[in-house]
């Protein structure tokens, strides 16, 4: 049964920003015939499988009691004990050859800093922590854009977009690079 299956929950889906062609795939983490979510797309994750999620607390007309408050996202994000269920099933389902869950951070796609869904499998995958563009390189784009959201240089909808569609290049989209 797939990580999708196990782990549904309700949560709002931002449908249509992921119709992009895919990068290329990541070199350093082949892929197995058996896997269910493609690699191709890496350093983004497969849009079938993992195609984000919002979290409903999080609009434009909250963000000043939610994210943009310092330690909020300590206050809705997700127990290792639950994360770490998803990211055993994501490396199966990614069909990575490295399955040592210390190699990738279970990561929401669409950041909580960012209004993302905490516990929904739609908005989690076990994100590499190798390669030129990944976990950790994403981080830094996720603080750049949210203090982008919380200054007002950037609406939290534009910056959602622009980071469900390709984080890699959300800075230069929203003109904060």
Known sequence: MSR????????????????????????AVPHTLAAACSQSYLPLPDPACTPGATNPDVT???????ICVP????????????????????????????????????DHFLPLELGGAPKDPKNLWPEPHDGDQNSYSKDSVENAVKKA???????????QHAMLA??????SVLGID
């Open 71 to 106: 330690g909020w996202t300590a206050t809705i994000r997700p127990p290792t004990t639950y994360t770490n269920k998803l990211k055993k099933q994501g490396i199966i389902d990614y069909g990575y050859s490295d399955t040592s869950l210390s190699s990738y951070e279970e």
């Open 60 to 66: 434009q007309d909250t963000i000043g009691d939610t």
């Open 4 to 27: 999708l299956a196990r782990f549904a929950a309700p949560a709002v889906i931002l449908a249509g920003s992921l119709a992009l062609a895919a990068p290329a795939a990541h070199a």
């Open 149 to 159: 959201v919380c200054s007002g240089k950037a609406t939290l909808a534009d910056a």
């Open 166 to 171: 390709n984080w890699t290049t959300a800075e």
